[in-house]
């Protein structure tokens, strides 16, 4: 079904307040992204950049936010993307006839890494007609700066053109029409008469003079476009080993190109996800802005990119974030969590009073106050990104191992703080697991690194101090009254990211307390075959994570669990979306996905999961043997020491 797409009802079509989150596919120009839902209304765009103001926010309130739609009365709609590219094709299927609307930002060159790409700020929808004559409508509303501003609406030759200040966006393509006030703004509203097998163009453009758009200048920026995508993503067939990824093949490849359309081509930085505000729960407070780089859910993607055969994302992602964070830190060297696309480090958390949210979800928010936060485990993943690529054969410079050096060494200086953890606590600081667990991991792989491949240090402070972690995350993360890893030491709440303490090889996976936790983790979280978070966010009523259901997948896997890793897999794979495009949560009760959308942490935990399934069940893999197989253990010839009271560091045998 995601392969072909999936049939919209008429019903489904009607005029409703808000569409499912997983109706939307996304489009963009490695610069920006937006999202165009199965009825065909582009409800969510920024320019000139993700973090930019909104120009189309419907998602977030449907009669202040503003559209672009483009429909056609009574018809169902069936949705699909363009094999191997970001181009949507929604189909419209009036009695009789068949309208296809391809929308895409053009964008061509070479996507290999960044800066090799030219992209046009505009969104193109190329419009046919298969069968007898129909009429489609139009409905263009700009709401500028997230309907903060008012746009001043006036015709120009062909073309509509919005103004406000100094910015404005044109639309071309829609010679009839007529403007009218909704009581938020204006709206220009007309309709196209298309005979058998017309074809025609509506182009929407932010800031450009040309005001013109013709149906043979769509197709070719649409062939450049497609061309383009087509050269940088790689099929099963690219592989070394194909047959590790015929299986769920689509959704691989899915994944990968949801991947780069995080990628910010000017500066190489990977958002978390390109909207803001689309809710956790519905209806609460819990919305928050996730167009930024988290240097965790960063380093994951470029991991996952590596697995993928894209060493030049990964290696550009990790300069640029040792860039930014050498700059901002002039007077403390400390990175921070997040960064903006272009290295800001003002993120300042706004709430906007006048937005209704998606389904009444208030407040929304642009700006994220967590980026004062500290959470450790980012540390750890920095560290993992960098030995991932000198494991995969790519050679770090001598700055950027000078850079982990300095990571290192602040590890053995921040470790005994506590800190907001990987779920972004607002509130009380505690000394969470999980982020011990990742400071250790720090620590390791820069031993690793040192010991290996020259990274230069102090190689036994290292040591002593991941010792010292160590039998801290053992005395005091562990419970013995619950038999698994707690949230934060000296609790009784469960965390899902306590699943990865063997697969970053704290503990093998034989250990009974990491059975335990497994154990306790699935009998506690587990609903739907979907994971929660933590045991707070099953109190509170979010849905499943959809990362953590991942990550389960792959522990089960290296237990030797794999016919119940597969089977979890398999049911994941079903809450994908129509067009195979995950969010960050899914809601086991209504089948509904939850939070911001396409999400990178859900993507690269399917891409991860997938690749340990197909390890543990004996198949060729295009990469290393992966973090926690017993392989990668023994290569390094290390083993575990496995007393509360011993040293838990992997040692030398």
Known sequence: MTSAG???????????????????????????????????????????????????????????GGCFRVWVDGASTRQRYVDGTNVLRTAFLPKGSIVGVNDFMPLWGDLRGKGRSTALDEVQRLISCRGRAVEVQVEWSPRPDYAR????????????????????????????????????????????RLERDEERSLVTRYCSDDLTCSVDSSKDLMKRTIAAWRRWVRTPMDYENPGWAREWSHLISRSELALKLLIHDDTGAILAAPTTSLPEVVGRELNWDYRYTWLRDASMAAQALLVLGHHEEAMEYLEWIRDVSEAACAVRWEPRIMYGIHGETDLEEVELDHLDGYRSSRPVRIGNGAAEQRQHEVYGELMSTGYELIRHGVPLDEETMSFFGRAADKVCEIWEQPDSGIWERRGEEHHYTYSKVMLWVALDRAIHMAEIYGLKGDVDLWKRTGDRIAEAVLREGYSD?????????????????????????????????????????????????????????VERGEGSFIMCTFWLVQVLALSGRVREARSLLENASEVVSPLGLFAEMFDPRTGAQLGNF??????????????YLFYAEGREIPVPDPIGSKEHRNMLGKRHVEGVDHRSRMVKM
């Not at 996976?509 to 929660?532: K, N, S, Y």
């Open 6 to 64: 999936r049939y919209y009802p008429s019903s489904l079509m009607a005029e409703q307040p808000y569409k499912p989150i997983e109706s939307y596919g996304a489009i963009g120009n490695l610069r920006t992204v937006g999202l165009i839902g199965a009825d065909g209304s582009l409800d969510w765009l920024c320019f000139p950049n993700t973090s930019g103001g909104g120009v189309f926010g419907a998602i977030l309130d449907n009669k202040k």
């Open 149 to 192: 501003k008012r746009a001043e609406m006036e015709r120009h030759g062909n073309a509509w053109v919005a103004r406000w200040g100094e910015e404005w966006l044109s639309l071309c393509g829609l010679p009839d029409g007529e403007v009218k006030d909704d009581g938020y703004g204006p709206v220009v509203r007309g309709t196209l």
């Open 598 to 611: 396409p999400q990178a942490f859900s993507h690269i935990g399917f891409i991860n999961a997938v690749l």
């Open 481 to 537: 009254e619950r038999g698994a890893f707690t949230e934060y030491f000296g609790s009784d709440a469960l965390d899902a990211a306590n699943l990865r303490i063997p697969l970053m090889e704290m503990l093998p996976f034989h250990d009974d307390r990491v059975q335990g936790t497994i154990d306790r983790i699935v009998e506690e979280l587990l609903e739907g075959g979907m994971l929660a978070r933590n045991t707070e966010g």
